[in-house]
């Protein structure tokens, strides 16, 4: 099939979340593609692992065992440099847990406040078709929570070069820099040459 064809012909891709800030992006992301993100309604299993693709891919597989459509799942994370790297992989159970005020508190009085969003998106077109890609957004922790909109620990990330956090932007704003996004965009341009 030619490129043009597989970027013009509408498809669907089914997301495997539990999260509906997550899904709000990914449909706006693929929105500009021209592809329909539906949301899996599926259990996502999440396997204890200090790597994002090797969670992300197991939920995937999983997921697309049950759906047998072209499925996938993401699992993203913020990397604190001077907590060295946590939450990481835990992210979710220490947003529960803690949440933007718990990391502020911990964080009380550090003047290093360098951290990282990454995202691994693992993609399944079919059971010998599974891809993995990733994106990382850098910046710092705020010293106050500040912002509505997105989810998770958005109200306490400033991206490098911007003075709002995250949550101060509207989704299109963070769809254009997050790690998510850079994720998605390796996987459209993996996709503009093999179609599903
Ligand atoms: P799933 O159902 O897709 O797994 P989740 O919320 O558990 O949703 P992840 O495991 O991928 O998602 O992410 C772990 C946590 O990291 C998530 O709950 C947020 O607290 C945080 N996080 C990830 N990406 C984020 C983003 O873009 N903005 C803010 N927080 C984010």
Redesign the pocket.
């Known amino acids: 099939m030619l490129k043009r064809d597989v970027l013009r012909k509408p498809k669907t891709l089914y997301l ?4 509906d ?2 899904l709000r ?1 990914f449909r706006e992301l693929g929105a500009s593609h021209s592809l329909k993100i539906a949301k899996a309604g599926l259990e ?1 299993l ?1 396997i204890q692992s200090s790597s ?1 693709e090797e ?1 992300a891919t197991y ?1 995937a597989l999983t997921g697309y065992l049950s759906l047998r459509k072209p499925l996938l ?6 990397f604190i440099q001077s907590l060295n790297g946590f ?1 990481g992989p835990y ?2 159970y ?3 847990t803690l949440g933007n005020e718990g990391i502020l508190r911990i964080m009380d009085g550090m003047n290093l406040r360098r951290a990282c ?1 990454r ?1 691994a998106i693992s993609l399944v077109l079919d059971i010998q078709t599974i891809k993995v890609f990733t994106g990382e957004i850098c910046g710092s922790i705020s010293n106050k929570v500040r912002g509505k909109s ?5 109200p306490i ?1 400033i991206p490098e070069g911007y003075t709002r956090t ?1 949550a101060e932007m509207s989704v299109k704003e ?1 769809n254009k820099i ?3 996004a850079k994720a998605f965009n390796s996987m459209m341009e993996w996709l503009e040459n093999n179609s599903f």
Request: aromatic share 16%; no cysteine; net charge neutral.
């Open positions: 495997l979340t539990n999260n800030g997550k992006e996502k999440e994002l969670i939920a799942a993401e699992d993203a994370g913020l939450p992210s979710s220490v947003f529960k969003f995202s997105g989810f998770g620990f958005d990330f995250f963070k997050s790690h998510r």
